[in-house]
């Protein structure tokens, strides 16, 4: 790229250090007000439960490394830093998968796709003005958990979508790791985003072993084992958790019943939640066969996760808890990542000139803006009005 086109990547480097500091700043305040519990999270009872010895997974441990290492203030301190931490490696992550996705945007714009991810919240319709409890938001600030075992799952996407391409051919060693690991990890912290990209990726094994004839079974097979570490920790902690007693009752499964107007209300909620990824990815076309293979994947997960939330629900003393709203959730900054990309790639390439293709550039754009509008207000609102978090 010539000198025209350095100057404008190079303010979008600037705006993206300035952003990323501004960021990090507001998330370190807003995760202190949560370990201390002065906003609504579910940070305290994760220390009670950790402290307590009640509770499972790596962050239960990482909460007794730091309670026991600096105590109480010095530990809610460091544990903010730590979540501020998470949410940059989250972003560098995000970075990666969409610059393998993606090779043809800069690395500058990738970036920034990936840091806007991590701000989107959902648009305000007639009828719903939810923002942020109750709602389907990517920014679940107050969910500890989520926000770890999210960072590990754009890795786990990339190797499992360069295994994915190479089923027919020489499986690298690499990527079969890489995906165990990145699993497990993000299981270790919340088993939610294996709940659905597990019974996902088994449909597309079996349906490829039916399609080729059983000719790719072994490496079909070997990607499917890759999955087994993360998955016996999902039945560990399935076990913990369904086997607990807590004040007289215990945790199951059940199917979720809904009214008309409900289901409605529901399906209107994701949309308003999903109004740009829908629109990047039905409207901006896709070149490369392995970009769409991989984007119709990306979504074939979400539609699992989003499924099993519409259908199944738990009961005892998690029943509103949403638990299986939180492997879509997860996904969340991924969709947004690929569907801000897709975005800046329209803008890129859009003649300005023919009214169709600048159209649905000011569409697009105008889509964003208004996730980013809300997204900036949740984030401007915790730790304002007697450190009380905020339902509408």
């Not at 990547?9 to 501004?22: E, N």
């Not at 970036?111 to 990517?138: F, R």
């Not at 005892?316 to 969340?332: H, Q, T």
């Amino acid at each position: 790229m010539g000198e025209k086109g350095k100057l404008p990547r190079q303010m979008c480097l600037v705006f993206c250090v300035v952003l990323t500091l501004a960021l990090c700043w507001r998330w370190q305040r807003i995760f202190y007000l949560m370990c201390a519990d002065y906003i609504l999270s579910d940070m305290p009872a994760h220390v009670r439960l950790a402290l307590g010895h009640s509770d499972y997974g790596l962050a239960s441990w990482l909460i007794r490394l730091l309670w026991g290492t600096l105590g109480e203030k010095r530990g809610q301190t460091a544990l903010s830093l730590l979540l501020t931490v998470n949410q940059l490696l989250g972003i560098g992550t995000l970075w990666l998968l969409l610059r393998r996705m993606f090779p043809r945007l800069e690395g500058e714009y990738a970036y920034l796709a990936a840091l806007l991810a991590h701000l989107c919240g959902p648009w305000i319709l007639p009828g719903q003005t939810g923002m942020y409890l109750g709602v389907y938001n990517g920014n679940v600030l107050h969910n500890m958990t989520l926000l770890f075992s999210r960072t590990p799952i754009p890795l786990a996407l990339l190797c499992f979508f360069s295994l994915w391409d190479s089923r027919r051919g020489q499986l690298r060693l690499s990527d079969w790791l890489g995906l165990m690991l990145w699993l497990l990890l993000s299981t270790l912290f919340k088993p939610s985003f294996l709940g659905a990209f597990a019974p996902a990726v088994f449909c597309m094994l079996v349906w490829d072993f039916v399609k080729s004839r059983a000719r790719g079974f072994k490496n079909e097979l070997l990607i499917g084992l890759a999955f087994i570490p993360a998955l016996l920790a999902l039945l560990w902690s399935t076990s913990a958790l369904y086997a607990e007693d807590f004040a007289g009752t215990q945790s199951g499964v059940a199917l979720r019943t809904w009214t008309l107007a409900g289901l409605l209300a529901a399906l209107v909620m994701y949309l308003r939640s999903l109004l740009l990824p829908i629109w990047s990815h039905a409207v901006q076309g896709v070149r490369e066969r392995a970009q769409r293979g991989h984007l119709a994947i990306l979504w074939g997960v979400l539609g699992v996760a989003i499924l099993e939330a519409l259908t199944l629900t738990e009961t005892g003393f998690r029943a509103n808890d949403g638990n299986y709203e939180w492997g879509s959730l997860a996904l969340y900054t991924s969709v947004f990542g690929t569907a801000i990309t897709l975005l800046f790639l329209q803008l890129k390439e859009t003649d300005w000139k023919q009214r169709p293709k600048r159209v649905k550039a000011i569409v697009g754009l105008t889509l964003l803006l208004g996730h980013l509008i809300v997204g900036v207000y949740c984030l401007s609102r915790p730790g304002h009005a007697g450190y009380d978090w905020f339902y509408f």
